[in-house]
């Protein structure tokens, strides 16, 4: 059974930072593309960064560009989400999600989701 857990959400003041982390089991982690998706109450879930299998580039939305920094350790199968330079627009629901091999923009391209993370930023 495939799961992802994400932790490290929480409140934080506008222009302060927040790393989240999801650790997976179930699947073999190297084989799969990870993506960050957020949902705002009122909005579309939004993919803010995802990474392939092997690393490499990685996509970010624009409104995270220069701010928010993906990574992935495969040995602990687990996908960071650094979040920097937060304003109160980045407020959401963070999931991690992950689809095999490489990753997509489509955020519905995503199999395996975790239950999500809070994350609040006053402003």
């Known amino acids: 059974q495939v799961q ?3 932790s490290g959400g929480g409140l934080v003041q506008a ?3 927040l790393r989240v982390s999801c650790a997976a089991s179930g699947l073999t982690f190297s084989n799969y593309a990870m993506g960050w998706v ?3 109450p009122g909005k579309e879930r939004e993919l803010v960064a995802a990474m392939n299998w092997s690393g490499g580039r990685p996509y970010y939305a624009d409104s995270v560009k220069g701010r928010f920094t993906i990574s992935r350790d495969n ?3 687990t996908v960071y989400l650094q979040m920097n330079r937060l304003v109160p627009e980045d407020t959401a629901v963070y999931y991690c999600a992950a689809r095999y091999y490489n990753l997509d923009t489509q955020v519905s391209q995503y199999r395996y989701w975790g239950q999500g993370t809070q994350v609040t930023v006053s402003s």
């Open 4 to 6: 992802l857990v994400e």
């Open 38 to 40: 957020r949902q705002a």
């Open 15 to 17: 222009g302060g930072s």
């Open 75 to 77: 040995a602990k199968n």
